[in-house]
T-cell receptor, first 112, second 112 residues
Framework: DGGITQSPKYLFRKEGQNVTLSCEQN?????MYWYRQDPGQGLRLIYY???????QKGDIAEGYSVSREKKESFPLTVTSAQKNPTAFYLC???????????FGAGSRLTVL | GENVEQHPSTLSVQEGDSAVIKCTYS??????FPWYKQELGKRPQLIID?????GEKKDQRIAVTLNKTAKHFSLHITETQPEDSAVYFC???????????FGTGTSLTVIP
């Protein structure tokens, strides 16, 4: 998977439940990102992290939370506060000072 | 913040014809402009990029042009083939920053 792995690929959850999406990279990249992809809306940034134990909100952070306890891992929790969580979620990473983003294969979350 | 607009949202061309996708950006400090291709069910992948000190860049059938004064950049695909069918995203970034601002995507269909 090109060094960045997302799991699960498909996930179903009931309303009111929190769910955590996994993102792991073995590229030794410093920065990691979470994007949400909806039809016709492109890629919208949820959170990003430049170094371990530090992260910043993106444009649509409400209802989401992240952690960066290890360089290679950046899990995203979709909480029950997220009003419209059904979407395709993409994780990405890059080296600090570089420009090229490497994407994971994505996780599709469906709320029933 | 930066605002990237992308047009058209959908584009159909006959095989062998050219395709052009246009993007505009708002922040004059942006100086790096990548283009990503996302085939159906797959992750976005970088296909070409351009920096603000260059007006045009070519890679085989793909070219990107940048007009800094007008704050717009375009992707040109010549001699299109069915395997060019995908969603294309433009993005803008500052070289010193870690945020990428994506356009809303163009779904390109190449008709055999």
């Amino acid at each position: 998977d090109g060094g960045i792995t997302q799991s699960p690929k498909y996930l179903f959850r009931k309303e009111g439940q929190n769910v955590t999406l996994s993102c792991e990279q073995n590229l030794n990249h410093d920065a990691m990102y979470w994007y949400r992809q909806d039809p016709g809306q492109g890629l919208r940034l949820i959170y990003y992290s430049q170094i371990v134990n530090d992260f910043q909100k993106g444009d649509i952070a409400e209802g989401y939370s992240v952690s960066r306890e290890k360089k290679e891992s950046f899990p995203l929790t979709v909480t029950s506060a997220q009003k419209n969580p059904t979407a395709f979620y993409l994780c990405a990473s890059k080296l600090s000072g570089a420009n090229v983003l490497t994407f994971g294969a994505g996780s599709r979350l469906t709320v029933l | 913040g930066e605002n990237v607009e992308q047009h058209p949202s959908t584009l159909s061309v006959q095989e062998g014809d050219s395709a052009v996708i246009k993007c505009t950006y708002s922040d004059s400090a942006s100086n790096y402009f990548p283009w990503y291709k996302q085939e159906l069910g797959k992750r976005p992948q970088l296909i070409i990029d351009i920096r603000s000190n260059v007006g045009e860049k070519k890679d085989q059938r793909i070219a990107v042009t940048l007009n800094k004064t007008a704050k717009h950049f375009s992707l040109h695909i010549t001699e299109t083939q069915p395997e060019d069918s995908a969603v294309y995203f433009c993005a803008a970034s500052k070289n010193t920053g870690n945020q990428f601002y994506f356009g809303t995507g163009t779904s390109l269909t190449v008709i055999p």
